[in-house]
């Protein structure tokens, strides 16, 4: 049984920065794959960032590249999204989620989900 917590949402004018957060707590020995996904009113859940927790790859969302940083701290088991030069579209509630083996992009593939954090960009 793994739990995901997200933190750190909240609402920035265009251009500020934020900070999310997600704990995953129980058997962590099953996550080797952390990434965050957002949805947007009217629109499907997309992948922003993703990272491996064994080997820290990571994968980005075109639209976030260059902007968004994600890391994790494998010793509190968590990974964060930092988030700067935020714009409009980026609104949505963003979710962490977590698999075994690998980590694909497909949000379906993913086991484990948090449950949001709100991100308001004005």
């Known amino acids: 049984h793994v739990q995901l917590v997200e933190s750190g949402g909240g609402s920035v004018q265009a251009g500020g920065s934020l900070r999310l957060s997600c704990t995953a707590s129980?058997?962590?020995?099953?996550?080797?794959?952390m990434g965050w996904f957002r949805q947007a009113p009217g629109k499907e859940r997309e992948g922003v960032a993703r990272?491996?927790?064994?080997?820290?790859?990571?994968w980005y969302a075109d639209s976030v590249k260059g902007r968004f940083t994600i890391s994790r701290d494998n010793a509190k088991n968590t990974v964060h999204l930092q988030m700067n030069n935020l714009k409009p579209d980026d609104t949505a509630l963003y979710y962490c989620?977590?698999?075994?083996?690998?980590?694909?992009?497909?949000?379906?593939?993913?086991?484990?989900w948090g449950q949001g954090t709100q991100v308001t960009v004005s």
């Open positions: 129980g058997y962590t020995f099953s996550v080797d794959c």
């Open positions: 990272i491996t927790t064994g080997g820290g790859s990571t």
């Open positions: 989620m977590a698999r075994p083996g690998d980590c694909p992009g497909k949000v379906l593939a993913y086991n484990y």
